[in-house]
């Protein structure tokens, strides 16, 4: 059934460096935001993101400093219980939406494809109403819907969820590329993916 709790969050946070005096040099540090998540949690992430060679507390980390980038925290974040080539998929059912985004549990690992770009595994929904809206169209943002949809909208909450059903999974990882080429040639007409 998934779990979901809520996401505790510091921030944002800085720091200074200090002289052997004891006074401050240089600019203010900026440390962005600090996540807390229960050991509950981070030990089903762990399952998740081990096989990519990390963590969870590793992936806690990476996703505080992609959050901070955004300038603004997201509602939720929703963690997938591995990668699926969907993103193709992801970005025709958000529709050009900014407050759904997301990244792969194996960005920046050694294992760097020219298909990389295609696959999800961590999606930050910035509001709530964004994920009602779009939560119902898919399985992909449906489970992670049905988890979060009596949360309130004035906390944080991280998910993570169940593999997706794998038959609907198959079918729309083949269609992926065509789904990804079509997006790409709305937005960048010369770069296509092949299978």
Request: aromatic fraction near 12%; charge should be negative.
């Amino acid at each position: 059934m998934g779990y979901c709790e809520e996401l505790i969050i510091t921030g944002p946070v800085s720091g200074r460096d200090y002289d052997s005096a004891g006074m401050p040099t240089g600019q203010p540090i900026d440390g962005g935001y600090w996540f807390f998540m229960s050991e509950h949690a981070l030990e089903l992430l762990d399952k998740c993101v081990n096989v990519y060679g990390d963590t969870g507390e590793g992936w806690k980390f990476k996703i505080q400093d992609v959050v901070t980038s955004f300038g603004e925290l997201p509602w939720a974040i929703i963690f997938l219980d591995r990668e699926y080539q969907l993103a193709g998929h992801f970005m025709e059912l958000k529709e050009g939406s900014i407050d759904l985004k997301f990244t792969w549990y194996s960005v920046g690992s050694a294992d760097q494809s020219d298909h990389l770009d295609r696959r999800i595994s961590v999606i930050f929904v910035m509001n709530k109403a964004i994920l009602e809206l779009y939560g119902k169209k898919s399985p992909l943002l449906n489970a992670a819907w049905e988890l979060l949809k009596n949360k309130i909208e004035e906390k944080h909450w991280v998910c993570i969820c169940d593999p997706l059903p794998e038959n609907w999974v198959t079918e729309n990882e083949q269609l992926d590329v065509r789904l990804l080429n079509k997006q790409y040639s709305k937005n960048r007409s010369s770069q296509v993916i092949n299978d």
